[in-house]
């Protein structure tokens, strides 16, 4: 079994475990609430980004697959029962775009784990938000998680650049369905279109990234005015 197989079971069981937990404390409807948000928030922070047709389906692919408030779990449910077949066939750097991929939905389900037990009993807005996130006192998990979205971009960027796969993506999308696993095949094809045209991912990547940083320092600086837009 390769490192990102590995890497991508590891991740599965962390943030089932984590739902469930979620899901025995009453808190899945908070953090619902937070990643909805969340949503608002980075679509309108990164609106500039979203308005250039170059970069409108990274954007897009972000928001509603990694950071969204939907329902991951039959796409995990998919991962989890085909992945030891998968691991034979696919390449390892479409392994690791998805461990990569894994990885940041999984970090960043316990970052909203934490802000929604900040939160409960208040509504979710650009001042509380800006409070609990203060409150939580996680900035270097936070870090990772902007560091994450350059490693999941880059991953994202070498997938496409593999010759045939976009072929791949669009045969097996039939037998995936015949499979049980069209939940795993749409996300791995949303991945794959989002960053197809979007040339030299850095001038997505980079921008997004700093203005995240940035975002970041101005919330644990209580010097700075609180720099989240009123969604």
């Not at 990694?66 to 329902?71: T, V």
């Not at 609990?132 to 560091?147: E, G, K, L």
Request: include cysteine; glycine fraction near 4%.
């Amino acid at each position: 079994m390769s490192d990102s197989t590995k890497q991508i079971i590891r991740h599965l069981h962390g943030i089932s475990t984590m739902q469930e937990i979620a899901e025995k404390a009453g808190l899945m409807p908070n953090i619902r609430a937070v990643q909805a948000w969340q949503c608002k928030r980075l679509l309108t922070s990164h609106q500039h980004m979203y308005q250039q047709k170059r970069f409108k389906p990274a954007v897009e692919f972000f928001i509603n697959e990694l950071y969204g408030p939907n329902d991951f779990s039959q796409r995990d449910q998919d991962i989890a029962r085909i992945i030891p077949k998968m691991s034979r066939f696919l390449p390892e750097s479409a392994l690791q775009s998805l461990a990569s991929a894994l990885h940041l939905n999984t970090l960043s389900f316990e970052l909203d784990f934490d802000l929604a037990k900040e939160l409960v009993g208040t509504e979710v807005n650009r001042d509380t938000y800006a409070t609990a996130y203060v409150n939580c006192n996680n900035h270097a998990t936070r870090q990772q998680q902007i560091d994450y979205i350059r490693t999941l971009g880059t991953d994202l960027a070498d997938v496409v650049k593999m010759k045939g796969i976009s072929s791949l993506l669009f045969i097996s999308r039939k037998p995936a369905k015949v499979a049980g696993v069209l939940a795993l095949h749409e996300f791995l094809e949303k991945g794959f279109k989002s960053f197809k045209n979007i040339g030299n991912v850095n001038d997505f990547i980079t921008p997004v990234i700093n203005k995240e940083h940035q975002i970041m320092q101005q919330l644990i600086n209580p010097n700075l005015p609180n720099p989240l837009p009123d969604v």
